[in-house]
């Protein structure tokens, strides 16, 4: 029963993980992902859709060796913590690098990439990524 309720949830934050489509503030126009409903800097609800360039770079990373139930198939695999353009920091897998090539500083940019496939109901599941540019 609990496989519907994490479909619709997809689904409700489609254009987020896509598009990377966050908030901006309409007030102090700090800008925040994901988006939310009231500004974390000032405190307004006046909060717009905002669309992030995807470009970034690494502000910390790790290999995860260990990974939770249903990401086995990706092990080992690198995440990061991706600071963007605009200053929202995200979370992500990193994909298309080798691990060893991975630095502090290194310029990423989003891709979309598959994230989780569930092959009993053959449904699967794409998210946002960040890779190296493509040069």
Known sequence: MGRPMQ?????????????????KCKSCGHVHFPKRPVCPECGSQEIEEFQFSGKG????????????????YYKPYPIALVELEEGPVVLAQLTD?????????M??????RKVREFEEDGIILYGYKFRPPIK
């Open 97 to 105: 690098v080798d691990p060893e090539e991975i630095d502090f500083g």
């Open 7 to 23: 479909v619709a949830r997809y689904w409700r934050h489609f254009k987020e993980k896509y598009r990377l489509i966050g908030g």
């Open 57 to 72: 770079k690494v502000v910390s990373w790790t290999i995860v060796r260990n990974p939770p139930s249903g990401y086995e």
């Open 107 to 112: 310029e990423v940019e989003m891709v979309t």
